[in-house]
């Protein structure tokens, strides 16, 4: 979209009717996207297969999800909200009800390969939300936006619950419904900001222009650690808790679930922090909490401080993730939005989809997770130091 529509277009009403159609749209995509995770414990004993084969398994939507973030983020700018919203809802029925009918590993792989769609409809809601709202009001709308991840706790909280009382389709059938009904409703009410209209510039021209853009790179690094960090425990938790702490499969889930709801909750947080005290403050206490926290879990200590842990990693990641958003909304002209959403929101999808692969890898080659999580926490000093000297100074010069 080319131009950021004046306030005085858009009602509160009409704001408000766009951020929640949004939001709810954003966190169907993304119970699809999660489906695979929760149920990782049932294939995994089902099929025969080892950790780095669920790793995989449940790894592999995040990686289409956050590439093909770039793609809808681009045609966002170029078409609108609204209409990639619909129709990204709509194909993503199909990749959910061939998962209904999988029965091998290949069958899976491939189904995942497809959801990540869902997982990529990020890029479309941030720019769409964005052109409603003034630029004092972008980080909490954003935030509010984020929220959606929620869909990420839906999953862990209800497919298992679903698989067993009515057997292992019926999730897959019940989210196809969801999402079809979702891009039905977001074709026919679903709105694009007033004053917004569409961008003849090409794909190519358009990652090109977002990707050279300093604020692009600094920001991918960050939402890689941030986002990527909180994707990655999101599915990987489950797994991590029956190993370490010989949790059952519904306990783990349950568990799992508890810290994506928090991160999620607190993500308007951050977004409303920043837009009082600056994104790159709040960036770097975030990433301090990380690394503090990283340390303790990677010793492996009893329930009760890894519970304490674990959700206040939870917390930070969530307002990083707020921050994110509205340091960039604030800095990137509406008329790259999608585009640089795109690059920065695929970084933190390829940031969730390595650790669990890594993490499986280690826990095979040693037995213990220590390794993968002492290197979470030399990323998130590395990223403090960062936000804190470079970031922090510069927006106050």
Do not use: H
Request: aromatic share 12%.
């Amino acid at each position: 979209m080319t131009a950021a529509p004046p306030a005085s277009l858009a009602s509160r009403s009409s704001r408000v009717t766009a951020l929640v159609l949004a939001t709810l749209a954003f966190a169907v995509n993304f119970w699809a996207w999660a489906l695979l995770s929760p149920l990782g414990p049932v294939y995994q004993e089902s099929l025969g297969l080892s950790a780095a084969e669920v790793s995989v398994l449940v790894a592999v939507p995040v990686i289409v999800g956050s590439l093909g973030r770039v793609v809808l983020g681009a045609l966002t700018d170029r078409f609108g909200g609204r209409m990639v919203f619909g129709v990204a809802s709509l194909l993503g029925v199909v990749p959910v009800v061939f998962l209904a009918f999988a029965v091998s590993y290949p069958m899976l792989l491939a189904g995942g390969l497809l959801l990540g769609l869902t997982g990529a409809t990020f890029a479309i809601g941030v720019p769409f939300v964005n052109a409603w709202f003034p630029p004092e009001r972008r980080g909490l709308a954003l935030g509010v936006f984020g929220m959606g991840n929620i869909g990420t706790a839906i999953s862990g909280f209800v497919t298992p619950w679903l698989a067993g009382e009515f057997g292992g389709r019926a999730p897959f059938f019940v989210v196809a419904v969801a999402l079809a009904v979702t891009g039905v409703v977001f074709l026919l009410v679903g709105r694009d900001a007033p004053g917004a209209r569409p961008s003849g510039e090409s794909f190519l021209r358009k990652f090109v222009s977002a990707a050279r853009m300093r604020v692009t790179a600094e920001l991918a690094g960050i939402y890689a650690l941030t986002f990527g960090g909180f994707v990655a425990f999101g599915v990987y938790l489950p797994l991590y808790l029956q190993s370490v702490y010989g949790l059952t499969v519904a306990d783990a889930a349950a568990r799992a679930a508890g810290f994506v709801v928090l991160a999620t909750l607190v993500r308007p947080v951050g977004g409303w922090l920043s837009d009082r005290v600056g994104g790159e403050v709040v960036l770097s206490w975030v990433l301090l909490v990380v690394f503090g926290c990283a340390i303790v879990v990677s010793f492996e200590p009893g329930m009760p401080l890894a519970t304490a842990g674990f959700l206040s990693m939870a917390a930070a990641l969530g307002l990083g993730n707020g921050a994110v958003f509205a340091i960039l909304g604030r800095v990137v002209p509406v008329a790259r939005v999608g585009s640089v959403t795109g690059v920065v929101g695929a970084a933190g999808g390829l940031g969730g989809f390595l650790p669990p692969i890594v993490m499986g890898l280690i826990f095979q080659a040693t037995g213990s997770y220590s390794i993968g999580l002492m290197l979470l926490a030399a990323m998130a000093f590395g990223a403090f130091v960062y936000c804190w000297f470079i970031l922090r100074v510069r927006a106050r010069s």
